[in-house]
């Protein structure tokens, strides 16, 4: 069998919408979060290749799993990532959450409704984040900010790629009730450009994940490590943008990503914003204790 590594699209950390293990993130924490990804993204390639049939996808996962818990070596992303937990003292579970997702992928193509795609993301987007605060030894009680925060991530790239998975996959994460409620089918996903009601069905969409990212604004105030708060902060900041984009532009017809300038740009100015507020916040606490104390 073709080893799983051969199968990747060739998309790697530098390539995503949002920052992977940036230079905020400090050096020591780096190697950890890069290995995750190198196994996450051979797993999603997997679930993504348009040749593999269902079963072949579901069997490369398997053997992935395998060898992240030891069952064997024979796929070296899975040997990596393991050896890294090992030497932290963290959990296969994340990543095997995450499996879970990639597997759902292999054999599902449509979702009911926005609690079925929350549900999704629960496995495909929350370990990711998760993960990353494990590794820094955050407090858990960052999750529920980390998971709109994930969620929201995970949904905007369906909405950027609505169309083109639907074409080369036959896969729509758009949920059907939506569609339905414009009077539309998953067939106007294959349109050259969206019509009215497909626009105001992803629009409707976009704002609800706009108000996930309302929901996890929190999050980088709550993480203990300065650099880490920072890196999410820039993840913040570039996501409400690509809301905003996905609020005015058809995703089926124009551009919905940002360019790497404009992603650089507008990360550097959210990652700025967090150090400031976290600095505010800290001479307010300064001040209000220096207050008590007289």
Not at 16 to 29: G, M
Not at 273 to 279: A, C, E, H, K
Request: proline content about 4%; hydrophobic content about 45%; overall charge positive.
């Amino acid at each position: 069998m073709t080893a799983s590594a051969q199968l990747r699209s060739g998309k790697g950390h530098r390539d995503e919408n949002f920052p992977v293990a940036s230079l905020l993130i400090r050096r020591r924490h780096r190697p950890a979060i890069l290995a995750f990804y190198e196994f996450v993204r051979t797993a999603d390639d997997i679930a993504d290749h348009p040749r593999l049939s269902a079963d072949e996808k579901l069997a490369r996962l398997d053997a992935l799993e395998a060898s992240l818990v030891g069952k064997n070596d024979d796929e070296p992303e899975g040997v990596k990532l393991r050896d890294v937990l090992r030497r932290r003292g963290l959990s296969p579970q994340h990543a095997q959450d995450l499996l879970q997702a990639f597997r759902q992928d292999a054999v599902k193509l449509r979702y009911a409704d926005w609690d079925e795609l929350i549900d999704y993301c629960r496995l495909s987007a929350m370990p990711v984040g998760r993960f990353v605060l494990d590794v820094h030894g955050e407090a858990r009680t960052t999750w529920p900010a980390n998971d709109a925060l994930c969620a929201a991530l995970q949904i905007i790239n369906h909405l950027q790629d609505c169309a083109k998975d639907y074409r080369n996959l036959d896969r729509v994460y758009v949920p059907l009730d939506a569609l339905t409620a414009h009077g539309l089918t998953v067939e106007a996903l294959g349109k050259g450009e969206a019509s009215p009601a497909l626009t105001a069905c992803l629009r409707g969409l976009a704002g609800r994940t706009g108000r996930l990212l309302v929901q996890s604004r929190a999050l980088a105030m709550l993480t203990a490590d300065a650099r880490l708060a920072m890196e999410i902060s820039a993840i913040q900041t570039l996501a409400e943008r690509l809301v905003e984009i996905l609020l005015m532009r058809d995703p089926l017809s124009q551009p919905v990503h940002l360019s790497k300038p404009a992603m650089l740009l507008a990360g550097m100015g959210g990652a700025a914003r967090g150090l400031l507020r976290r600095l505010f916040m800290r001479r307010g606490r300064a001040a209000a204790g220096a207050g008590v104390l007289r």
